[in-house]
T-cell receptor
Framework: GAVVSQHPSWVICKSGTSVKIECRSL??????MFWYRQFPKQSLMLMAT?????????EQGVEKDKFLINHASLTLSTLTVTSAHPEDSSFYIC???????????????FGPGTRLTVL | GESVGLHLPTLSVQEGDNSIINCAYS??????FIWYKQESGKGPQFIID?????DKRQGQRVTVLLNKTVKHLSLQIAATQPGDSAVYFC?????????????FGTGTQLKVEL
């Protein structure tokens, strides 16, 4: 199947600092990337949808100035959590959707997630 | 933020038994459905999908059933193994394109007992 990577896999930061998470599609070009947040024992909640070269579309209740998304190429999207606070501690997961070189084209392929802990 | 006291529904099965995980979806316009498996600390892993013009689809040891009348989806796992222990999510979307957003269900924790 298609491979999506995230970096870092986990990060601990102090309150007030900014953290950048990278999401890369390794073997296909992703026209669309999605960012999710998942709290313990809960489902994935979509934060935003980003299309290459255009501004991200944020879900209701997600602060666009706090969660900065950049999708500068067909293989890389970044999520920056600005001025992070303890309540931003969560598991952040990206997924990539787009035309694959092989296999199905309809689904999203998920990255392994990034565990963010804000002290 | 995080909800205190929230817990996932849990299904416990004996190794070798069949498992049935259910999901109620919300959007009658959804026409594509996917089941994902998520192990602790990892991202969701695709299991099987089904389009709305079908009511059943089979994969290796897994079967998905779709009942559009009552907006219900189920995942059947045959001969459940310890490696099947994980959280299972159904997801729905309108349109099959990879750029269309998914809406996830609440999830079910599957525990396989030896």
């Amino acid at each position: 199947g298609a491979v999506v990577s995230q970096h870092p896999s986990w990060v601990i930061c102090k309150s007030g600092t900014s953290v950048k998470i990278e999401c890369r599609s390794l073997d296909f070009q992703a026209t669309t990337m999605f960012w999710y947040r998942q709290f313990p024992k809960q489902s994935l909640m979509l934060m935003a949808t980003s299309n290459e070269g255009s501004k991200a579309t944020y879900e209701q209740g997600v602060e666009k100035d706090k969660f900065l998304i950049n999708h500068a190429s067909l293989t890389l999207s970044t999520l920056t959590v600005t001025s992070a606070h303890p309540e931003d501690s969560s598991f952040y997961i990206c997924s990539a959707g787009g035309v694959l070189k092989r296999e199905r084209v309809n689904t999203q392929y998920f990255g392994p997630g990034t565990r963010l802990t804000v002290l | 933020g995080e909800s205190v006291g929230l817990h996932l529904p849990t299904l416990s099965v004996q190794e070798g038994d069949n498992s049935i995980i259910n999901c109620a979806y919300s959007n009658s316009a959804s026409d594509y459905f996917i089941w994902y498996k998520q192990e602790s600390g990892k991202g969701p892993q695709f299991i099987i999908d089904i389009r709305s013009n079908m009511d059943k689809r089979q994969g290796q040891r897994v079967t998905v059933l779709l009942n559009k009348t009552v907006k219900h989806l189920s995942l059947q796992i045959a001969a459940t193994q310890p490696g099947d222990s994980a959280v299972y999510f159904c997801a729905e979307k309108v349109g099959t394109g990879g750029g269309n957003k998914l809406t996830f269900g609440t999830g079910t924790q599957l525990k396989v007992e030896l």
